[in-house]
């Protein structure tokens, strides 16, 4: 370990040729290698007992109660292997939770990416009551899961203030059973999801956008680029790697989204698989249908999807932002 | 502390048990505990579900205090947890540790079957005679297998509480006792433009109620019990409580977009139509009087325009028209907790505690001698009744077990929702048993 030059910052161009070290430069570098090596266990040793205990082992007991048939009465006793899982691609609501999921993922990256876009670059101009807008826009966000759906859900009922609102404005052929229809809700609830988490993307990328050096766009108007050049030539190349680690963020909310759903959409909607998704559904049969070790094997579907899905993305898209820093050091 | 004296008093127990044995040639194993009542001091921890400030969370309290008033040496701990949290995560989660919560809510049924199974609980049968028998066959429902595991403190049946104002308006003379009574009372209320029945089919259980219904209506009381015990659901009536229920929701006698409407806690829900001169009628337990209060904008009106019936009988038909659907709210004692667990269980269940809990107008008294604290004409009405039925049938979801009750409600749902059958839900009622 203490000939490995990439852990010592002496190591590199300055480092004096091997086998021809002074005694005592040595003794001296391999005491601040081993003070080094401590200071690395010092430091990371709590976030890895916090992160074994909440996080390893729990999810080793996952997979292993997803094996049985069990109840939460008394310990498992009843080994069926993997039939949890079975059961499970075979409920059709589990599969409408599955659809489900894959319209909000899809549907979050369509919507919010677009309309994040175009809010954060008009909020990067300078104009009079920016900080308000980008209070404003930001609000949604800072707001909890809970109070979100509660608000949506009296705003949507039927006859309310969103039914009357269209019905002012003339548009009242447009009024649906906006959480009544099994057909509606689902896009109900992405409209709410977006609403809530689309002022997320536009904080990040308008904290890329404050990234990019002012000399860049100076650049591009004295070469006389418009501001819609500038925007696509200079700012969005700029933006990709913001945008590609909002994309996985969201991906992965996505996925596990849960709170807004669970108190929008009320239980009967869910159960018929309309609004249902992977981790409501784990939580409806897992604690309320009491199934627990069937509840696990849907909780470990869940991990594993998105695990998958978190690989793929670094693998194909995050990669070249994220070099270095998980994958290891190229030269 | 309460694991120490707990491991103390288990060794006493052992020890006094032994001397017995040797001495006396047997004795009843309860009867050293017994003298040992109140000797040391002991922590009792108590999980209930009056969770929302109110008069039944603060009455629970002063029966706590008062307890330990008469028996010092008692302390009461309590911990008023949201009844789903309660019975879903916490209870189970807490039940599968070494450390239980020494006296908890219990709600009887296929759950109480399984933490019977499980050793989980402790059997009260010997030391609560007195109790059950005042308080009658409604114990049955901590029973399992003749054996008392918990006793009850809040009993009421079902029924439809009603809108006297509008059944003035709309012509209808007295309440409905038979379905086609109930459907020509429907009629009637579609003439003066309200909505007949509020339905919370949003959460599930309102709409399955009305299964449960007209199962009870449709199946014997014997065909019912059978079920409970041994999840059998063989018997033809079961989809006969399907088909009857479709011909009934065909009559559309509830609000448009039900599905979606919440049972009771907000405006919106069918209590907040009920209570808010919307609605006509709405099928629920005894809880009602003080839930539709809580949605209401105005109390007093209110107090005046409800009043309640039981549910119809089905001419011709296989169940008992005598017989009800109710259920209740009881307390049950961990395997290991102290002796004083059981006296303070006693003393909760006791007439003068009972009538204390009536007062508080937040349910039901289940003991005889409290009667006295109920004041409202239409819970008075709900008491006659419970004392008239025949038999009363547990809620069915409680009475099968969260596993299948959950997914014969999840297919009653699909009934009303429109892309359900009366065959699958006996199908996925015998497919949960199972899983």
Redesign the interface.
Known sequence: MTTNPTLSPAGGASAPPAGLPPVRRRSSRAAETRRKWYEIIGLTTPAIVVYVMFVLVPMGFAVYYSLFRWRGVGPPTDFVGYDNYVLAFQDPIFLDALRNNAIIVFGSLLLQGPIALAVALLLNRRFRGRAAFRLLVFVPYVLAEVTVGIMWKLLLTGDGTVDALLRQLGLGSFVQAWLADLDVVIWTMLFVLTWKYVGFAIILLLAGLSNVPPELTEAAAIDGASWWQTQRHVMLPLLGPTIRIWMFLSMIGSLQAFEVIWVTSVPAVRSLGASATMATYMVDNGFFARLWGYGNAVAVILFAISFVAALLFQRFLLRRDIEGAVTGRRN | MAMKHRAGATLALFLTTALLVAGCNGGDDEAPAENELYKNPVTLTWWHNASQDGPGKTYWEKVAKDFSAQHPTVTIQIEAIETNQLQ??RL??A??TSDPPDIFQAWGGG?MR??V????LKDLTDQVKDEVANIGSATEIWQVNGKQYGMPYRMGIEGIWYNKDMFAKAGIAAPPTTFEELNQAVTKLKAINVIPIALG????WP?AHWWYNFALRACSVDTLKKASVDLVFDDPCFVKAGQDLKSFIGTNPFQ???????GQN?P?SANGLLANGKAAMELMGDWNRGTLETVSANPEALKKFLGWFPVPAITGSAGDPKAALGGGDGFSCAKNAPAECVEFLKYIVSPEVQKGYAETGTGLPAAKGAEAGVADPALKSILEATSGATYVQLWLDTAF???VG??M??AV??I??G?GTPEKVVEAMKA?AK?
């Open positions: 879903r995560t189970p989660a039940l599968l759950e399984e933490q199974e499980a050793d989980y089919a949003g959460d599930k709409a448009p977009n039900f599905i979606a409407t919440p907000d919106t077990g969260s596993t959950n997914a409600n999840d749902v699909a009303f929702a892309n949960a899983k």
